[in-house]
């Protein structure tokens, strides 16, 4: 057991400090990245995104100075916990050291690469989803009912990460009641439990009451901007290629859950998956979206496996291993991007990675890098042309000067690079930005980046006594290249009272949604 747990927590190293290696440094932080550093500088119990917890971290990052390393720490290490939390698993059932190898090549030739290194929620939500679940699954070992407690907690700092988990609190509810293991609902320590988990969410809830559900209005932009595109047999289909070098290992821990005897009392997290799969279905949930099912599955099947494969088919524990380093190797650098961007694009080209649909965005075309990797071009020289534009107005015309972006990406970016150029703080009325406008701004002079090529076309582009089309973003695979910085003077009356009643009209959106 100790030459176990050993290899466990040496992997969960290797696990916490390889993206490090892995990614190029000319890579800057990604889009959303921006949006929860940004929100680390306005603590509060909510967002209009996600729940708060993440900024907690955003705090931290900015204590300890804002570099990309605190960036990417924090992902790092909530990933190795969670391998590890998923390697306890297995051990819990048996397992050795194969099995916790096995379990290590699925976390890192897997999704979980990707998301284990970005600073974005989905971290939070993957390892609270294993602490639920590592709860349930020693409880019902053990008996103990500290168990209980901390899936407990698990579930309120899970809701406390991102809404989704209630997805899978709501499928494992229902899978418990139609199992042997409905009898845990005789037990008083699970409500007590509940009740944790009630009071970890409870300011959260007063704060989405009081900005009247904002959440809400989120999740119906997002569904009609980006869910709607989401067929339900590409969804199905990347449940099997976010993990396909080591897709085999939680097919296997499906399969142990639902077919064997020492995995039979553990037949409600099988049905609570194929619960959680439903709901996304429903809903046109994103593929990453049930990420969280599988580190326990990665965990039972690690353990299958090496249990299958412990006497005539020994020799299958070799082609697994390098089946999943041969394919794990291309899958990575899809996963994180280790080369800079032209050279990325003609690797791409030459490996055919289209076919893969890694290089399908949003919009659903084909473009020359994940859109992931797009996401992290590009802003710092938004910055560094929207500082020098705002520079070259002198200091009385800088006192009445607003910075505004179209998108969060865009003022999260300038945020966060202002300082370096000496910019004031910038304002946009996308996402959790539109809380951050103050009541009154000196709209008298503008210095605006737009993603809309037209914009010097608009009508309110005569309400300024000047309007100058300053520059452009120029990064040729930013997701953002091609957008406009324009200097705008000397703003009337007319564009005053556009501006105010478009800023109330979003309010009102947010409240009525």
Known sequence: MQKVNRLLYFLAFVKLILPFFLQN???????????????????????????????????????????????????????????????????????????????FLSFIFSAFLRVHFLFQPNCLEVFFYTVIGYGLIRYIQTSENKWLYIAGIGAGLGLMSKYSVAFYLIALTISLLVTPQRKIFLNRHLYFAFGITVALILPNFIWQYTHHFPVIFHMNELRQQQLQYVPPATFLKDQVLMFFPCCMVWISGLIFLLTNRQGRPFLFLAWGYAGVIAILLWFHGKNYYALGLYPVLLACGSYAIEKWTARRLYFLRYVICIWAVLFGSYFTIIMLPPLKPAALADLYRKMHTANTGALRWEDLQNHSLPQDFSDMLGWNEIAEKIGSAYHTLNSGERNQTVIFCDNYGMAGAVNYYRKKYGLPEPYSDNASFLYWLPPHMPMHNLVLITDDTTEMKHDFIKEFSSAVLYDSVRSPYARERGDLIIILKGADDRFRKFFEEKIEEDRRKLVEH
């Open 25 to 103: 440094p000319v890579y800057e932080p990604h889009r959303d990245e921006f949006l929860y550093l940004a929100e680390g500088s306005h603590m509060a119990f909510g967002y209009m995104e996600v729940p708060p917890l993440l900024s907690v971290f955003a705090w931290l990052t900015h204590l300890f100075g804002d570099g990309m390393f605190w960036i990417k720490i924090w992902p790092s290490l909530i990933g190795s916990f969670n391998f590890i939390l998923a390697g306890k698993i297995t051990v819990s059932l048996g397992g050795k050291s194969y099995a916790i190898l096995l379990l």
